[in-house]
């Protein structure tokens, strides 16, 4: 089964800086999908990014960018110039592509403050 | 943008009584999938459907059962309800391709007293 591993449980960023949250996986599929979602105190989940294996250009959304490493099964997200509003819970996610509709395995999530 | 609609969105029931959480999947989505997200705790996949029949399962208790109907909506019934299943519960839902994304509910919120 595969496992998703986030090891910083909380992290904190100034205002207008950039933080990296760590993440890793373990599988024996060579394709699959990774995700950052955001989880606000609304608890709402909100898809941050997303990266197939099958590519090597790590994903980029605005302000958001992963370093994804295959080879090492790490997964990071980078937030730049980050925003009072980035903070929140931070999950990441794995995904097998046998099928359209595999469930996701999440991290136990980092927490991010920050600070003004 | 429709999105994905839970009900109820908070709920509070005494321990062994029956609940009944209710799941509208974006329109011509075909999977939906269910989530359960204790306090404190990452999302924990429960149980998915595809086209009406169960697709997967993961780590549901016995004591719960879910159904997809005609309309793709889905609901989750739970029975003899422990203070352990309090928690904040997701429905997702998704169309079957291979790079699809699910789309997330705003969940449900059930407190077991």
């Known amino acids: 089964a595969q496992t998703v591993t986030q090891s910083q449980p909380e992290m904190s960023v100034q205002e207008a800086e950039t933080v990296t949250l760590s993440c890793t996986y373990d599988t024996s599929e060579s394709d699959y999908y990774l995700f950052w979602y955001k989880q606000p105190p609304s608890r709402q989940m909100i898809l941050v990014i997303r990266?197939?294996?099958?590519?090597?250009q790590n994903a980029t959304e605005n302000r958001f960018s992963v370093n994804f490493q295959k080879a090492a099964k790490s997964f990071s997200l980078k937030i730049s110039d980050s925003q009072l509003g980035d903070a929140a819970m931070y999950f990441c996610?794995?995904?097998?592509?046998?099928?359209?509709?595999?469930?996701?395995?999440f991290g136990k999530g980092t927490r991010l403050s920050v600070i003004a | 943008a429709a999105g994905v609609i839970q009900s109820p969105r908070h709920l509070i029931k005494e321990k062994r009584e029956t609940a009944t959480l209710k799941c509208y999947p974006i329109?011509?989505?075909?999977?939906v999938y269910w989530y359960q997200q204790g306090p404190g705790q990452d999302p924990q996949f429960l149980i998915s459907f595809y086209e009406k029949m169960q697709s997967d399962k993961g780590s549901i208790p016995d004591r719960f059962s879910a159904q997809q109907f005609s309309d793709y909506h889905s609901e989750l019934n739970m029975s003899s309800l422990e203070l352990g299943d309090s928690a904040l519960y997701f429905c997702a839902s998704s169309r079957d391709l291979k790079n699809n994304e699910q789309f997330f509910g705003p969940g449900t919120r059930l407190t077991v007293l």
């Open positions: 329109p011509r989505h075909d999977t």
């Open positions: 990266q197939e294996a099958y590519k090597q």
């Open positions: 996610a794995y995904r097998s592509p046998y099928s359209g509709n595999t469930p996701l395995v």
